[in-house]
């Protein structure tokens, strides 16, 4: 039997057979059940003479180890979350800043938006009353001709679009004329109508008029005529007799 620890000399039986159960003990690795005291195998699931779980004996040990090593580990890991949560606090914090400056930076120009919007455009400036009175009654160039200005008023009996001579051009320029056109082309038709010599009415009007071609280049000229041949073509219309028919 192999002996540990066994002290020198000789030793009396009792002594010896205590020696031996330690040695035993030892040799086999031996463990003593909470429950009963009794000596059974470390390895023994449970006590063969109580049925104690001899686990359970062996684990409070290094359950508590396991237990303290769980909590430092737990304890380490929360510090490493708490440090590492403090570090990522300040990139956030930043982005926070980065993103307010936006907002505010978005607000302000949405304000500078909405007051020029709301600032109303610059209108054009209104000439002064003088200043259109003045345009008003302004002479129009001599470059522009008086006939071309006139011709919208003046409307005689003929159409302006297709004059051919010089008094017809005055007529269609002036309003006065224009009018006594009109008034003669009345009476010329009631004479012709009452005349009661065709030919005679005819041949007479035609001689007034190339009269009225070859000489008149004024308005003066023009009046004259037109009063003649209104009093002429009133008697024609109410007599039907023509002039030296």
């Not at 620890?5 to 009792?14: F, I, M, N, Q």
């Not at 290094?62 to 300040?90: M, Q, W």
């Not at 001709?145 to 919208?152: I, R």
């Not at 041949?203 to 005529?225: P, S």
Request: aromatic share 4%.
């Amino acid at each position: 039997m192999v002996s540990f620890d066994r002290p020198p000399g000789l030793l009396s039986k009792t002594s010896l057979r205590t020696y031996e159960i330690a040695d035993r003990k030892k040799l086999m690795a031996l463990i003593n059940c909470s429950e009963c005291r009794t000596e059974i195998s470390k390895t023994a699931a449970t006590c063969p003479k109580c049925g104690n779980s001899i686990r359970a004996i062996g684990a409070g040990p290094v359950g508590r180890k396991l237990g303290g090593a769980a909590a430092v580990f737990f304890a380490t890991l929360i510090a490493a979350t708490f440090i590492e949560g403090k570090s990522a606090d300040k990139p956030v914090q930043g982005s926070t800043a980065v993103s307010g400056g936006a907002v505010v930076l978005q607000a302000a120009s949405s304000n500078t938006a909405n007051t020029a919007a709301q600032t109303p455009a610059p209108t054009e400036s209104t000439p002064p009353a003088a200043a259109n009175r003045v345009a008003e009654t302004a002479i129009p160039p001599a470059s522009v001709p008086t006939t071309a200005m006139s011709a919208g008023a003046a409307k005689p009996s003929f159409d302006c679009a297709h004059v051919h001579s010089t008094p017809e051009r005055l007529i269609c320029g002036n309003p006065e004329l224009a009018a006594h056109d009109r008034d003669l082309a009345v009476v010329f038709a009631r004479a012709r109508a009452a005349a009661n010599d065709q030919a005679a009415f005819k041949e007479q009007e035609r001689q007034r008029w190339n009269y009225r071609e070859r000489t008149c280049r004024d308005k003066d000229c023009l009046v004259r005529w037109y009063a003649d041949q209104k009093a002429d073509l009133t008697q024609i219309a109410a007599t039907g007799n023509v002039p030296g028919s």
